[in-house]
Each structure stands twice: as C-alpha cells, then as structure tokens.
C-alpha cells in the first residue's frame, strides 16, 4: 500500500480535513519534542501511535496526547493501519530497518539524521527509495538535517544561490556546544556534531565534499577524558571550495552555531542572534548591514501565530490568554485623549473610569 | 449556550481531539490571515465558517479552507451551530455589536483593535463581559495586541517585571511604517498606529497612561495631503514615568518598531533586528550585550516546527519536501572520512558512489 | 599687537618651525588635561605659562612641563611675551574677561563652554570680536564644543548636509552619565549637560532653536537630593524640527552620547559604540548598516600616531616601547616557513634558534 | 656616539623641551604618511631628514616640512649631525644594512617591517643589538607591527593575558583587502601580508609559531594572473595552540581585518567595527557584549586631541578652526530658555539677536 492509497483512505474517513496520523518512533528528548510539535503547534498532523523500547516512557508520552496509541513494536508500529506516516526518532542503529520497513509499504517518513549507521547502509536506503520513486513518481524518505528550515540559513542560501555574493570560496563555520553528555567521544562528535556543517556546506555551496582533514588544537580543560574537544575540521569539496569548521563541545557557555561564507562579491554571516549580516560593496563604500524588517507581517507575523495559538489554547479551555476589554477600553481612552490633544496643541488628561 | 457548553459538544462528535471551530468575521487582509493562520499553522483549530460583507471575498477565501462555508451575516455566523469561537477582523465600526453577541452567547472571542470605537462603548463591553465572568468565572474577550506575544517585548516585559532595570523611568519608541493607504489621516494615526504604543507601555509598565502630548514636528515631503507625519507623542503614565513615540509612518523604507525602557539600572533597546539590546553593569564597567542562545532547542526550535509543518503538508500531498534519503547517504560518507581523517591525522578523500 | 604680529616673531626666534606658545588658564581637570594634551600629542604647541587661582596646583602642572612658568594673574598670563594663544579653562565665571582680554590683544583663544554666564555678556563677546575680524579679517575665538570634532559627529553631520537622509525632521538624543559631583542642580543640568545636545542640534541641523520645552519624569532614586533625573528636553528649531533629549546624569552605569538624526530618506544613529548606524533604501529592500573600513589608512591610521608617538617618547627617553628585532627576526622565520608550506603543500615547522 | 650621548646635545641646543631629530629613510606611501604623522600630529619630534633613492620624491616631501633637508645616501642620512633617531621605510632590501647602521651609531631606529629579507639576516640583526644592549643597557631597534598599538587589539591582548578567556585555544582570523598592486605575488602575500597575522599569534598568544600549513581553495575571479587568492593558513603554536587565517587580498570590497580568540571560558572578537565583542557567561546564561564607554575622556578625548590640534594649526595660520563665539552666545541663550522653562514647566521661546 502506498502513501497515495493510505492518504485517500484517510481522507475517505473525514473527507479532505483528515490530519495526517503520524507514528513516532522512539520517544527521548527529540521524538518526545516530535510529539508535543505534531500535537500542539503543528496544523493537519496529530500524533495516534508512539513506540519505544522504554515502554514506561511511551506511556507517558501518549498519555498527553489525546487518542493516541502505545505500539511497543516499531514494525508494528509502521503497518498499524491508523497511520499514515512516520517519524523515526530512535537511536541511530534501528534507522535502516525502521525506513526501509516505512519504504516498503510505502508510507512517508522523516527520519532524524542519520539517515542509517554507515555509507553503504545508507547508500543501500538511497536505493530502495529509488525503485519505489521510479514506480510511484513519489518520494518518501526525508532526512532531519532542520538547520535547512532556520530562517537564518534559509536567506543564506538564497543569497549564495541568487548569486548575491558572487561564486562561494570558503565557508567559516563554528559549533559551539556548552556541554556534551557523557559517554560522548571525539569520533562521535564528528559523526553527530559536525554532521551538521557537512549538511550545511552541501546545502550552501550544492556540491559534494571531496575531502576532510581533522585537526586536534590543545583541548579544553572542561573536555571529558579521552575527548578532544575543539576540533578544526578542513572539508574541500568537488569545486575546490573550502569549509572550515570550529567544533567545540564543551564551551561551557552557549549554543552557538555561526557560519560566514566568503564569495568573490562579498561576504554574509549568520549565528550572531543578529539575522543575516553581509558586507557588499555600496555607493559610498562596502557597507555591513542587516535588512531592515520590510513590513509588518515579517516583524508580528510570528507574534500572531503565538497569539492565535494560545487563545486557541485557551479557548478550548474556556478562558482567554492575553489581553482582555479592559486592555481595548484602557487604549480607546488614551487614543480619545490622543486626538484632543492633537487637536488642541495641548497636554490632555486621560479621563478613565476605576477598573 | 456558553462555550463551556460548546466544547463538550464538539467533543462529542469527535472526542478529546476534536479541534476549536473558529467563525472569522471579515476577510479583509487581516481576516485572511487569520484564516491561513487557523488553516495551516495553528494546531487543534478549524475555521469552519467566515462572513464579509463582500462575499465574493469571502466565497475566495472559503473555498481554499477545505470544510469551511460562508454564512454572509455575521451574528448569524456568530449563532452558527458548528462555531465555537470567533475571530473578530471586520472593520472597526462593527465591532461592538459582534463582540457584545458573543458575550451575549458566551462564545469565546478574539476582537482585532479597536476593540469598539470609542471609550464609552469599549467599557460597555468590559461591563457586559465583567458580567458574564461573575456568572461563569470565565473570561472571553482576548483584544489582539499581538504585540505582547513578539518574544522581544515578551523578553523586554520579563526584564521590566523582574526588576533587572530596576525602577522604569522613560521609554522611546520608534514606529515607522514605509507608507499608509490613502485616506489616513493624523487622527487615524493615533487611533491605529499610535495605539499599539500606549499598549506596550501599559503592557511594559503594569500602569495607566495619565496624560498625552501631541506635537507636530514639520513634516516629510512623502506625508500624503493633510497628513502630519511624523508626529511625537508624548504619554505620562499615573506613576509619573514619561514615554516617548516617534510615529512615522511615510518613511519609504521599512517597518520599524523601536522599543527602549530606561529605569534605574539600566535600559534594554529591542527593534534593532538584534533582539534584546541590554545595558547593564557589570565586573569590569558597564556592558551592552544580548543574550547568546542557550541551547538548540532556542536555536533551532523553530526550525524543526517550519521542518515538521512543510514535511507534514508534503507527506499529505504525497511526497517530500527537504532534504532526501541521498543527503543522508552523502552527510554518512563524510562522516566516515571525517572518522578516518581523525585517526589518521590526515586528509582523508571522500568515497561516494556516483548519483 | 595682534596674533600675526606675534607669529612671526615667534619664527623670527626660531624659524618657522616655532611651536605656538601657549597659556592655559585653570588647570583643575579639564585644564590639566590640555596642558598634557598641548604638552605630549598635539604637534606644533608648547605650553609656556599655566595661571590658577589654586597656586600649588598651578606649580605642580608646570612642574612637569619643561619650560613652563606659571604666572597666577590671568590678565597677566594673557600679555605674557612668550604666550601666542590661550586656552580658557578657567570656572565659567571668568571667562567673559579673560576672552575679551585676548580679544583686545588679538591673541587666538581657545574657550572651554560656556563663553560666557548668559546671552548679554556672550553676545558682547560676539561683538568684541566681530570688530576685531572687522578690522583684521581674521577671527579670534573658538569654543570648546569638541563633539564637532569626534569622528562619529563628523560623520553624521557629513551626511545629514550632504542630503543622504533627505531633509532632517526630527533628533532623538540620549545623553547618559553615570554619576554628577555633589553641588550639581537640575538647573546646571541644563546649562552644563544639555548644551551639548544644543550645540549638537545647531551643528547638524544648521539652524537655531526657537523653542525649549523641559519636562521633569519621574527620577531615580540615584537623584541627589533636589535634582530632577533624569530630564527630557524638547527642542523646536526655526525650521520646525523637533529635537528630543533624554538627559540623564545619574544612570550608575556609563557615559553615553547617543544621538539619531531621522529625515525623509533614512536615519543614522551613532554612539553605540558601533560608528555610524545608518537605515537607508537598498536594492533587495532596507538595510541597517555600518561602513566597512575602506583601507588600512583608516583601520590603522590610528595604530601608527599611537606607534610612533610612543616610540618618540620612548627614543627620547633612550629605549623602545614595542615589537624589537626578535620579533622581527620570529616573523620572518614563521613566513620562510609559510613559503616553504606553499610550495610543497605540507605542513611545514618553523626552525627558530633559542632566544 | 650614542643616542645617550645625541640627545643631551640636542637638550643643549633648546634645554629638554627640544625636539627628537628624526630621519625617514625612503618616503613611499609609508616614510610619507611617517613624515606627515611625525611633523603634524605627533608631539616632541621633527623630521630633519629625509632620503629616498626618488630624489624628486624626497624634495617634494621635504619641501612641505620647515627645517627639513634631504640626504640622498642613506647612511649618511643616518649619520646627519642633526639626526637623533631613524625610521626605515625603505624597500625591504635595504633594510638589513640600515638597521645595522643605527645599531652601529647607537641611533634609535623605528624599522618598517619586514626586519630584513629573511630569517639569518634578522637573527644577525638581533645579535647586533644584543651586543649593544649588553653594553648600553639600552635596546635601540623597535620593529613597525602597528597592530599593537590599534586599540582592539590592545584590548583583545590585555583580555587574554588578564585570564579574561581562560586559555587561549584557537585563534581565527581575517585579513581582506579590497585589492593589491600588480606584480604581488602569492609568495608576497604570505611575507607581507599573512607576517601580520604571525606577529598577532605571538602577541595574543604569548607563544612561537611551530608549524605552518597553506592551503589553496578555489581562487576568486579577482585575483591577477598566477595569484593563488583567498588562501587559508593554519598556524600551530608550540603550545599546541592553532592559529587559522583567511588571507583575501582582492576582495573587490574593504579592508577587513577580524580576529577571534576563543578561550576555555569564553571568547572575544574584533574588526567588526564595534569595538571588543565578547562572549562570557553572565547571571542569567550567556552574554555576548561590548563595553560601554566608561567616561567622557573615553568617549571624547580624541575628540579633544583633534579639536586642539586643529586649533593650534589655525591659530598658527592666523584663524580659528570649529565653533565660534556666536555658536557660544546661542547655546547661552537656548540653555537660558531652557531654565526657565524648567522653571515654569511651560514651553519657552529662545531670544536671540539678529546674526
């Protein structure tokens, strides 16, 4: 069955407003964060099956949710025929045979990186989807590398593929973790950390990358034992294009994560908690600067859909979560002395009754 | 038949998960955000009817919203059996009638300001309200100063409470808008731009506004016909602290919306597209800073949500829409040269089978 | 005898090559800090005589600067033989005589704000001079307003007469101290702190001010007894500008001096301690923005008068007081070892011999 | 005879106000702007000589300088009885010979880098002023690595010596040009350019340079034929410290020159044109900011070294240079307005004469 025969039934149960039925495999920090988005802040989706080795912990989790399920078996999970896709949030070495059961039937998956354990599993998954694309036109298997949906690297890549900057020549990247949980080694931070600037310079500069080089500074006193910790990572990729990437897990201090990319017209850098800074040449001279919000919608746009969501929220609770008349009352009085005063030249009281 | 009454019936027709049916009133540019809004971004919500007096525009914005009808009169879109909220975004003048018919029928509200038109019908809604919350203990009228749902003025309004600036004595406020339809007048400025600054204030400083200035600076060459612009708004708060407004809303530019508080122990600027600018003292002098996002969750969260909702859309479309399953295969070859490139201390060449 | 009597016969005594022969009267702080000024960064100035009524502090100044005497009179000090031009640093109570006696030699006079205690006397000045410049083409009086000269106000004022934000409309000042010296009243607020933003307004404006309007917000409890704290200012020029000051002198915090001039076709705001921050239209929407640094001329410009000032001083005390040859000889066996690592493309190690 | 014994004599000429006698050696771009800086804004010094193998350069220097004379041969112009202390600004090959000439004559000398041409020779010159200093007690040969002296980077010095980042680890960097003569080649780049960023390794970090590694990604379209542009260079510190520089020579843009060290507690950045950034944990998580200007001598004594600077040249010339006494008179009298509308509360006009 696939997901263009699953998608219709679904709809045939409640016509075109059927939420998506998501199953979510594996429910730690990250899939737990998966359900309360599919449930809570995500519209067309709701979460009707979880699973995960630690039974207790899926109880739980699907106790919050209303009309959702515990699968104990992920398998089982993906062919429950109250679900029409799949969220795969488990740890690493179940993400072959979980995707590859989710291609199998057909059914869409978003699957947290890594996509499986090594290259040639993972070559093998390309493959499977493959032939199932070739049969249906669809595909089916996304990969979690989110950094693609931040806003920030978003107009970053726009401009670099607008050709805004000119031809990319390097890529400045930091990763700056403040801590890293035990257990955690200097290979695995390659594999988990900087995993993520290997996605970023794909998706940025859209080739492949040719070649890497690690090297080991002095390490932090704070680093784990046996960790090396920062790391330099050199990666060149198949146009000659140099990323380097700062990977420091154990700053102590924050999360950051920065890249600059440096092309022959000019240069822009995000991950400041300042949006996106770019130097470019300007009538007077080469100019740094961040765009000015251009309206309204882009500077409340996300303050509405707070807004909406929480008197959603509360509404279905029966109250309100912001606001009330006496807000509209307290304005309307001041904006009426407002106008007085605009008419008169003058200083005007505010006349409001007691509350 | 109250909301409280509402609710469970909607449970009953589809238990616990059944989402919050939202009438919206007036499809204006406002009106039809909302909709999207409710539609494509809000979780556990459904805009099942809308009503516009120009009902092409609300047969236009019906028909994208699957299971949505028009219902042209708004009371009766407010009476509407299958409408458990409503959203009030019709022009100004209405307002007190339809938010007076929800209080009347104990239906949750959302009114776009101004909440009415003048001071004394605005606190005939508060009265009428205040009577329905004696009754039930539930409060329903939320007024849509979304501004106070912005995390910079969340952020800016938690600094103030907390009492990290201390006691606040001034705010400056800057809100510049590119231009203004035809027909904006001065008085229009202070009761629909203007008014979003005497909300911030009593929302940052827990106090009423006491007294408005209006001074009239010469005015831009842009400023349409009649139009003084900008203005200088001077409000006094009951508490004797003095805000400031720049209202400039022909500037040809952008959207600034400027915020500074300045109190005993520092000031906090935000509106810079550099979120919350703090002044405060510190070991070594006094220090401007921002805050550096703690942890991924800050940093990414939002990302994940844009991930989960477009891949959600797409999963229902039939298909994806990010990164695929050949990203995942190309981030794992990486990795391994990057594993072996740190064992070995050397440049490590990339082996990737051809796409 | 008038100043271009005096110069040459300075020259005559030692070419043209003779410094400027200079009298500072009042050397408390601000004074004190000319004579060093005069004495050990300026080119072309010595000082000759030092005057102040506190004798002991006068002779310790001299003290350190060679070849300087003091003379307690003023009067005296300003018809001192080797005196060519005076600095007034004296209290403000004594500046009106001690500039019309150098007036009245035609002796060049640098004056400390105020000119004078109040409008009649300064404008007495005003026509003292202006009947000298009548009879000599030449100008004698200069006041000390030196923000004209910080690099952040030369530049907003370039740009604000150079039309790049379209016609100024409106001033936003906020000037901050941390903490005023006992004695200080709300009205020497006005007269010592807010004329800076007064002289600021003229100076970027180019017009008068027309009206004064001071209102008296809520103040700190820093506030010394009796002072109102902080003050907002609004200035009216003749144009119909409006400025407005915050003028705040007991923040606990720092010294700030911000200042935006906001027109028809952008704003610029300085001291932020980010140069000049200008918002302006771009091709791709509007953008906040700094000047890159255009040359090294002006990123280091600085670096090398702090340079070789030091190393004069240094020299003249027989030593150095910088980078020596080792570092020399240290960077160009780190560069002999960068050509190699160029060539070969291999990591290349420095050979260093022990220093 | 010594710079010791040069400069009593020169202190019998003129007693010890007298001026350090300065010879530039080679007036290019570099010995010119030496010239300028030492004879206008420099104080206790004068250019008594200049040498250029460019003779008509050199009268054209000289011609602008009173009291200034050229000396063709430089050695000579080195042992000029009128010559206390040299600056080098010759061609880097002459420089060798120049310097051992001064150390010969006991001559302070001010050497442009490069010291010499390659690392013997400095080693040479080294071990010549190590045989006078043991003698002397005196050093006599400062090389010209400007950066020292540019307040960020003493301030970013002070930051890591003080501990302020914990141990230094990593060391990023950025030195962008806009663009470089014909004829610099990639060799060049590395002697001239990427040497300044070995001198700030050694500064900052206190410690040699062990290795170095050149890499060589995709170059921009800029760059002239054979120039291998942006390189990046990593330099290894013998205490395992790693340096990384983006060397780009023809940005097409500004001058660029960024440096970040980033410690075990924190990090710091400069070159952003914002002064210091830092990144240090804070009370309530992580704080990235920028001092705020302390005092009115940090906000304004450049300000103040300029405004008297530029008086003392005009009032050499017979003028003033700034604000003058009519600028006094209308401060006095919007300042006197402003008192009295303190006073009464009310807006007041200003009363000024006609101009």
Redesign the interface.
Same mark, same amino acid.
Not at 214 to 220: C, H, I
Not at 252 to 257: F, I, N, P, R
Not at 272 to 275: E, I, K, Q, R
Not at 279 to 282: D, S
């Given at each position: 069955m696939t997901?263009?025969e699953v998608?219709p039934a679904a709809a045939a149960a409640g $016509?075109?407003?059927a939420d998506?039925r998501?199953a979510v495999l594996g429910v730690g920090l990250m899939g737990a964060?998966?359900v309360a @988005?599919?449930?809570?802040?995500? +519209?067309?989706?709701?979460v009707t099956v979880v699973s995960d080795a630690a039974t207790d912990r899926a109880d739980q989790v699907a106790a919050e949710v209303?009309?959702c399920r515990v699968v104990p078996d992920p398998l089982a999970a993906i062919a429950d025929p109250e679900v029409?896709?799949v969220?795969v949030a488990s740890p690493g070495r179940f993400h072959e045979e979980q995707?590859l059961a989710c291609i199998e039937r057909g059914t869409?998956v978003?699957?947290e990186?890594?996509?499986?354990?090594?290259?040639d599993s993972?070559?093998a /998954?390309?493959r499977a989807?493959d032939a199932h694309t070739a049969r249906t036109g669809? &595909?089916?298997?996304?990969?979690?590398?989110?950094?693609?949906?931040?806003?920030e690297?978003a107009a970053l890549r726009e401009l670099v593929a607008s050709g805004g900057l #000119?031809?990319p020549?390097?890529v400045?990247c930091?990763h700056r973790? $403040?801590a890293v949980p035990a257990g955690v080694t200097?290979?695995s931070v390659?594999?988990d950390s900087?995993?993520h600037e290997?996605?970023v310079a794909?998706?940025l500069l859209g080739e492949?990358?040719?070649?890497?080089?690690?090297?080991?500074?002095? +390490?932090?006193?704070?680093a784990a034992e046996g960790l +090396?910790d $920062?790391?330099?990572?050199?990666?060149?990729t198949t146009?000659? &294009?140099?990323v380097?990437v700062?990977c420091?897990v154990s700053t102590?201090?924050?999360?950051?994560?920065r890249t600059e990319v440096?092309g022959?017209? #000019?240069s822009a850098l995000i991950g400041?908690?300042?949006?996106l800074v770019r130097?470019?040449?300007?009538p007077?001279?080469?100019?740094? #600067?961040?765009? /000015?919000?251009?309206?309204? &919608?882009? @500077?409340?746009g @996300?303050?509405?859909?707070?807004? /909406?969501?929480?008197?959603? !929220?509360?509404? &279905?609770r029966?109250?309100? !979560?912001? $606001?009330?008349?006496?807000?509209?009352?307290?304005?309307?009085? /001041?904006?009426?002395?407002?106008?007085?005063?605009?008419r008169t #030249?003058?200083?005007?009281?505010?006349?409001?009754?007691e509350r």
């Open positions: 997901a263009a998608l $016509p075109d407003t998506l998501v964060d998966h @988005r599919l449930s809570r802040r995500v +519209s067309g989706a709701r209303p009309g029409d896709a969220v995707v869409p978003l699957c990186k890594p996509l499986t354990m090594d290259a993972s070559l /998954v390309v989807e669809r &595909r089916l298997v996304q990969v979690g590398f989110m950094r693609r949906f931040d806003p690297y #000119g031809e020549l390097l400045h930091a973790n $403040p200097t290979e390659v594999n900087v995993v290997v996605d794909r998706f492949e990358i040719a070649a890497v080089t690690v090297l080991r500074p002095r +390490s932090t006193r704070r +090396s $920062p790391l330099v990572v050199l990666l060149e146009g000659g &294009r140099l380097d700062e420091f102590g201090l924050a999360y950051e994560v440096v022959e017209d #000019g400041l908690d300042a949006g130097q470019q040449a300007g007077g001279g080469a100019v740094r #600067g961040t765009a /000015v919000t251009p309206g309204f &919608r882009e @500077r409340f @996300r303050a509405y859909d707070v807004e /909406v969501q929480r008197w959603v !929220d509360a509404a &279905r029966g109250g309100i !979560d912001g $606001p009330g008349a006496w807000d509209g009352y307290a304005a309307q009085a /001041v904006c009426a002395a407002g106008v007085e005063a605009l #030249g003058r200083r005007t009281e505010v006349r409001m009754e």
